[in-house]
């Protein structure tokens, strides 16, 4: 008996020590056992969609639509060490190798002829340009023209079968209207953001000479600019300019430049070579009572004009300093940015109505602009 003890715990000594061993090396072994008591986890599964139309709310049909049409710009630049060819420099310093700038944004086809929108501020100063689209193609970019007054710029690049955007209409949009960003922030890859329009001309910024912004809160990061802003049918409505950011990363305001004005700019530079905006000479400023009292006119809307440049096409049409401009063409005018953007709208050589109060008087003059110069006159709208 005592023999059949001490076999029976030798045999157990064994198995176990066994076990420990395969729980060591093949812990799957004794975990998969068809043996083993252990319960799985129940868990509750979809049935596979059958159904090709997209989930209620998805945005899928407007992205797929645009998102081959927004490309990824990559520039460089050479930058020059200052004296770094001087013998002095040369003897403490040595040999120093000028460094390569490489600066991100992005772009939007819009021609199947290779014309791509995007901004100033991307490839200004650039000695290369290089486009990436979405289907892996590479090509170098030329400027065909820029326009910093409204920080645009139009590229061209050689490639057949080139995916193109359809423009919308941003003059329909209203405030919390759905938009979509499209871009390439850090260089991560093309990334899509959702939002609403957060407010409509957008101005006093400082950003732009003209100004008239699309403000969205959809996410816009370093790398987004020059991309789309689309709406909900996959349109463009605007091009992606700039953000209001204390940390350099998105902070919920976003400005978009309207495709109107982007249009614009892309006929003027392709047929003419140039943006044509229009110009009267003169020196506008905010209406305020002490203005008011001091030129001696009762107004109380509108922008007054504090200075006329002599021989200008204001001059030609009798507009004075102290005259507060009300309408063009029929138009109202509330502030200086305003009056602004309709002047510069204006067709040189086309005579405009303008309607204006002098005193107790309100006149309508004919004004006939002149083209507006290269390098205006700071005081000078």
């Not at 290779?114 to 090509?139: C, F, K, P, Q, W």
């Not at 919390?176 to 990334?191: S, W």
């Not at 350099?248 to 003027?268: D, N």
């Amino acid at each position: 008996m005592k023999r059949f003890w001490l076999l029976f715990a030798q045999t157990v000594t064994v198995c176990v020590a066994l076990y420990f061993v395969v729980a060591t090396l093949q812990p799957g072994w004794v975990r998969q056992a068809p043996w083993s008591s252990g319960v799985g986890v129940a868990l509750l599964e979809a049935p596979p969609s059958t159904s090709t139309a997209p989930p209620t709310g998805s945005f899928r049909a407007a992205v797929h639509k645009a998102l081959p049409a927004v490309v990824s710009i990559t520039t460089s630049k050479a930058v020059r060490i200052p004296r770094a060819n001087d013998p002095w420099f040369r003897f403490f310093f040595g040999d120093v190798p000028n460094q390569t700038q490489i600066g991100l944004g992005s772009g939007v086809i819009v021609s199947a002829t290779g014309y791509i929108l995007t901004n100033n501020h991307v490839v200004e100063g650039a000695d290369e340009i290089d486009v990436s689209l979405m289907d892996g193609r590479r090509s170098r970019a030329r400027v065909v023209g820029t326009d910093p007054d409204t920080d645009l710029a139009v590229l061209k690049i050689d490639l057949d079968k080139l995916p193109v955007i359809v423009l919308g209409h941003s003059d329909s949009l209203d405030v919390g209207d759905q938009v979509l960003a499209i871009g390439n922030p850090f260089g991560v890859g093309q990334t899509v953001t959702g939002g609403i329009v957060s407010a409509l001309g957008r101005n006093q910024l400082g950003i732009n000479t003209f100004e008239n912004f699309i403000q969205t809160d959809a996410a816009i990061n370093p790398g987004n600019s020059g991309g789309a802003l689309i709406d909900v049918q996959g349109n463009l409505v605007g091009i992606n300019t700039a953000i209001y950011s204390r940390s350099g990363g998105s902070m919920g305001i976003g400005f978009a430049i309207p495709v109107a004005t982007a249009r614009q700019v892309l006929e003027g530079i392709v047929k003419e070579g140039q943006v044509t905006r229009g110009w009267i000479g003169v020196e506008p400023n905010e209406l305020s009572p002490e203005l008011a009292e001091t030129f001696g006119v009762r107004a109380n809307r509108g922008v007054i004009i504090t200075g006329v440049l002599q021989g200008g096409p204001a001059a030609r049409a009798g507009i004075r300093p102290g005259d507060v401009i009300l309408q063009v063409d029929g138009k109202p005018v509330s502030h200086v940015p305003e009056l602004l953007n309709m002047v510069a709208a204006l067709k040189p050589g086309a005579p405009s109505t303008f309607a204006v109060q002098r005193g107790d008087e309100t006149l309508e003059l004919k004004v006939v602009p002149d083209l507006r110069p290269r390098m205006p006159r700071p005081a000078l709208r």
